[in-house]
């Protein structure tokens, strides 16, 4: 995937997101989570864009740590909201299934720049 597709890809998550918290029920609960869930998806996309301007190998490597965080962050609040009763588990699926693959994405490049550090 290239960086462009990435950019985009995690881009049309956070707009996933944030439509998708929009339609959540009013209640308090649902206010948290939402607030939350919508902070750590949008932080994915714009610390990826941080990322790849980044002015040096170890700022880059920094702010795709940064990205892991939040996707894994995002995969833990819309758990949340499922087993809060917040959503229908048939709507978080796919959004689901979104977060965990850009938390594995994440996690090996994070993992890949690290190892070529000293290299």
Known sequence: MTEKELKNRTRQFAVD?????DQLPNR??????ANQLGRSASSIAANYRASCR????????S??????E???E?????????ETGNADS?????LLNEARELTAIFTASHKTAKSNRFK
């Not at 997101?17 to 918290?21: D, G, K, M």
Request: aromatic share 14%.
């Open 17 to 21: 997101i944030l439509n998708f918290v």
């Open 63 to 68: 702010k795709l740590g940064v990205v892991e």
């Open 54 to 61: 980044a002015r040096s190998f170890a700022e880059f490597i």
């Open 28 to 33: 308090r609960s649902a206010h948290i989570i």
């Open 70 to 72: 939040e996707a894994d």
């Open 74 to 82: 995002t995969y833990f609040w819309l758990n949340i909201i499922i």
């Open 90 to 94: 048939h709507l978080v699926t796919p």
